[in-house]
């Protein structure tokens, strides 16, 4: 008898559990649905015919999957999960709904972020540095690569090769020295 009551504790248990969390993803798509349903973008959206519609949310997703997230250092925008990051995504989506162009919009981003948004190195000396060093680099070793296996095949073809008269004698030599010491 005891048994069979934990065994109905432990199922009351997880069933409280898995209702608690269809409350909260219930409650939590709530909160979701209205905060997009308060989005200016979304609501700018509205006004705007079906493939002007998709043509904005096509060219938003596609700078936010390109410019870098100032908001989350090595990721993309779309990639960034702070809140900082959403608005911004939306504020894109305001942009390409009002008719900006994608060069427009990373220029904007740039003026307020910097150019380290746009996740490319830039024209300056420095910035063509993070260009050409990994090229630099392969290059570099590729170089050293080829100088140290010509090392080695000159050092095995240096080495006596054992042949039978090499090893008679080697063999003559090492009983010499061993008759030198024992005596």
Known sequence: MPHQTRNLTKIARTLLFILSLQVTCFFGATIMAEETASSPAINNMSSLDPVETQKAESLSTLISDTVMSPYCPGRTLSACPSYQAREL???????????????????????????????????????????????????????????????MLKNKSEQKIATPQNLSIQIAEIEQQLKERLL
Do not use: C, M
């Open 89 to 151: 995504r939306e504020k894109i989506l305001d942009w390409t709904t009002s008719g900006q162009s994608k060069e427009e919009i990373e220029q904007t981003l740039v003026t307020l972020y910097g150019f380290e948004v746009l996740g490319v190195p830039s024209d300056s000396p420095t910035g063509l540095l993070g260009w050409y060093a990994p090229l630099l680099f392969v290059v570099t070793g590729g170089i050293l690569l080829v100088v140290k296996v010509r090392q």
